[in-house]
């Protein structure tokens, strides 16, 4: 199977936020594009420290992570963060990796994007049910009297 890299559109939320409030000029907005790696064994989204740092992400939390090897490293996670891919995007977090690190790109934005990866044409594809917009799955409560 190869590899998938797609191109992300990055932006801090923070700035893009304020800009369409009217308070901070589209220029100000820190955004950058990246090339990722698309793991299909990864939770989380993962960008280098230098990446986030240029993007204005404050830290917020840490979390443990389990490395392929199955070294275990505390990192902390920073946001928030505007993710673009094609003509879908999402708000969210990033885990902060080492300087200079490889973009990765984990199950959390291929769930909430509603995208497939299709490992043999090497891209990311919107699933077959959803070609224009992500469909997301939840489960309706049932109240005592029957369905609402």
Known sequence: MGEIIVNVALENFVDRALCERGDLPETAVRARTVRALVDTGAVMVMLPQDLVEALGLKSRRSIIVAYADERREERPVAGALLLRIGDREM??????????????????????LDLLADCQRGELLPRPESPIYPLLRLKREETEGGDR
């Open 91 to 112: 708000i969210g977090e990033c885990v902060v990796g080492p300087p200079t690190s490889e973009p990765l790109i984990g199950q959390i934005v291929l769930e909430e």
